[in-house]
């Protein structure tokens, strides 16, 4: 008989698994008005999770690099001599300047697998779920300049998981998973929160299909009439029924006009542990950070670099 942690993917694993180490962050995310260096930038992360490491054992947390410092938000705190779960009592802020892990207001809940995204100065966390697995719909905004806490509408439901985006003041969510008893259940739910207009709740659109968690959502200059804005989905994740994620290979559009998703193209050879991001109009693969392959929006070609190449060959020669 499973215990009452055994759970789908995604999901808090059974407490007699956890281990006496400290967890790595589930996300990195790096500020869109970020000014430092690449190498400043590791250098800030390494110091902060260095400092981080001498405050007990978290677990599934996230971070957010700005120029300023690096954010480490959510998560639970594992007791071993304990066997305990417990939601933690802070958050931290690393200040470059100051060389000091500062502790903050804790993100309520001590969520995991929420939906996190800035836009330079505000963290939106939505969703997720507890370390007893317990879906939440809750939403919350960060003001790194106040460093506090705003409670923002609730979800329409709980879900953990989805793809998200902050643009021009509205919320944008995609995808996701349900906790059904002890199964993870992915959707294609597409809901949008205008933050300009405090009477307005979340708005549904179309969902996307089929559905997945975890996708990389892109609100961005349109390739082909900078004053307008293009809506992407890339990527992602689908559960089967033996608790097992797949990669979602599929790089989409939304058609504001006729309000539906529209196929662009397959993402060849997506695997899991690969990473996703954009810059100057382009969506590149990562491994291990290096670039696998480019999406060109405006020319909507892929380019793959030598070393996937490479590696496509020998990986054809084992077969």
């Given at each position: 008989?499973?215990?009452?942690y055994?759970?789908?993917?995604?999901q808090?694993?059974?407490?007699?698994?956890?281990d006496?180490?400290?967890?790595?962050?589930?996300?990195?995310?790096?500020?869109?008005?970020?000014?430092?260096?690449?190498?400043?930038?590791?250098?800030?992360?390494q110091?902060?999770?260095?400092?981080?490491?001498?405050?007990?054992?978290r677990?599934?947390f996230m971070?957010?690099?700005?120029?300023?410092?690096?954010?480490?938000?959510?998560?639970?705190?594992?007791i071993?001599n304990?066997y305990?779960r417990?939601?933690?009592?802070?958050?931290?802020?690393?200040?470059?300047?100051?060389?000091?892990?500062i502790?903050?207001?804790?993100?309520?809940?001590?969520?995991?697998?929420?939906?996190?995204?800035?836009d330079?100065?505000?963290?939106?966390?939505?969703?997720?779920?507890?370390?007893m697995?317990?879906?939440?719909?809750?939403?919350?905004?960060?003001?790194?300049e106040?460093?506090?806490?705003?409670?923002?509408?609730?979800?329409?439901?709980p879900?953990?998981?989805?793809?998200?985006?902050f643009?021009?003041d509205?919320?944008?969510?995609?995808?996701?998973?349900?906790?059904?008893?002890?199964?993870?259940?992915?959707?294609?739910e597409?809901?949008?929160?205008?933050l300009?207009?405090?009477?307005?709740?979340?708005?549904?659109?179309t969902e996307?299909?089929?559905g997945?968690?975890r996708?990389?959502?892109?609100?961005?200059?349109?390739p082909?009439?900078?004053?307008?804005?293009?809506?992407?989905s890339?990527?992602?994740?689908?559960i089967d029924s033996?608790?097992?994620?797949?990669?979602?290979?599929?790089?989409?559009?939304?058609?504001e006009?006729?309000?539906?998703?529209?196929?662009?193209?397959?993402?060849?050879n997506?695997?899991l542990?690969?990473?996703?991001?954009?810059?100057?109009?382009k969506?590149n693969?990562?491994a291990n950070?290096?670039?696998?392959q480019?999406?060109?929006?405006r020319?909507?070609?892929?380019?793959?670099?030598?070393?996937?190449?490479?590696?496509?060959?020998?990986?054809?020669?084992?077969?």
């Amino acid at each position: 008989m499973h215990s009452l942690y055994y759970r789908g993917y995604g999901q808090v694993r059974e407490l007699y698994l956890e281990d006496n180490q400290m967890g790595d962050p589930s996300l990195v995310l790096q500020a869109p008005n970020i000014t430092i260096s690449r190498t400043d930038i590791i250098k800030n992360f390494q110091k902060a999770l260095n400092l981080f490491a001498n405050e007990g054992i978290r677990k599934r947390f996230m971070v957010i690099n700005f120029s300023k410092g690096t954010y480490i938000i959510g998560g639970y705190v594992y007791i071993p001599n304990k066997y305990q779960r417990q939601i933690p009592n802070y958050d931290y802020f690393y200040d470059s300047n100051l060389d000091r892990l500062i502790p903050i207001e804790p993100l309520p809940d001590g969520r995991v697998s929420f939906a996190i995204c800035s836009d330079g100065r505000y963290i939106i966390c939505a969703g997720g779920h507890t370390y007893m697995n317990v879906a939440l719909k809750s939403v919350y905004m960060f003001d790194t300049e106040e460093s506090i806490w705003i409670r923002l509408p609730d979800l329409p439901a709980p879900t953990s998981g989805a793809g998200i985006a902050f643009h021009k003041d509205s919320i944008h969510l995609l995808g996701g998973f349900d906790i059904i008893l002890n199964r993870s259940v992915v959707h294609g739910e597409y809901i949008v929160l205008n933050l300009k207009n405090t009477d307005e709740n979340w708005i549904r659109r179309t969902e996307i299909v089929p559905g997945r968690a975890r996708p990389l959502l892109l609100i961005v200059p349109d390739p082909h009439n900078p004053n307008e804005t293009a809506i992407y989905s890339a990527g992602g994740y689908d559960i089967d029924s033996s608790h097992k994620p797949h990669s979602v290979t599929r790089l989409e559009y939304y058609n504001e006009r006729f309000e539906r998703w529209e196929f662009m193209d397959t993402i060849e050879n997506l695997q899991l542990e690969y990473g996703l991001s954009y810059a100057n109009n382009k969506l590149n693969v990562m491994a291990n950070d290096i670039r696998l392959q480019q999406y060109d929006f405006r020319t909507r070609k892929w380019t793959k670099s030598i070393v996937n190449n490479v590696l496509k060959k020998n990986n054809n020669s084992l077969l």
